[in-house]
């Protein structure tokens, strides 16, 4: 069973930095695509910036210049780096992996909660 574990969440001011991580367990294989996806309260769950398995990324207009999403094969891990944070950017981070070969099923975290506020 492949499992995605998330850390760096945590409270911070805005203009701050925070950074999150996720990490695929050591079984898994074949993981393709990975992503942050974020959920205000209220609202629906969204899609803040992927990764593709070659280093690819793709962002959101709105953390665009302000979020880097980065990747390290080796151990299956995505970082968020997130700079100049809003107080719109609070929500529960979610990261998402899509894994298999020919089929691919999408795994998710347990999400991790990021509040800007001062």
């Known amino acids: 069973q492949v499992q995605l574990v998330e850390s760096g969440g945590g409270l911070v001011q805005p203009g701050g930095s925070l950074r999150l991580s996720c990490a695929a367990s050591?079984?898994?294989?074949?993981?393709?695509?990975m992503a942050w996806y974020r959920q205000a309260p209220g609202k629906q769950r969204d899609l803040v910036a992927a990764?593709?398995?070659?280093?690819?990324?793709n962002y959101a207009d709105s953390v665009k210049g302000r979020f880097t999403i980065s990747r390290d094969n080796a151990k299956n891990t995505i970082y968020l780096q997130m700079n100049r944070l809003k107080s719109e950017d609070t929500a529960v981070y979610y990261c998402?992996?899509?894994?298999?070969?020919?089929?691919?099923?999408?795994?998710w975290g347990q999400g991790t909660q990021v509040t800007v506020s001062s």
């Open positions: 998402n992996a899509k894994i298999g070969t020919l089929v691919q099923y999408d795994y």
């Open positions: 050591r079984s898994a294989e074949n993981v393709n695509r």
């Open positions: 990764i593709s398995p070659g280093g690819k990324p």
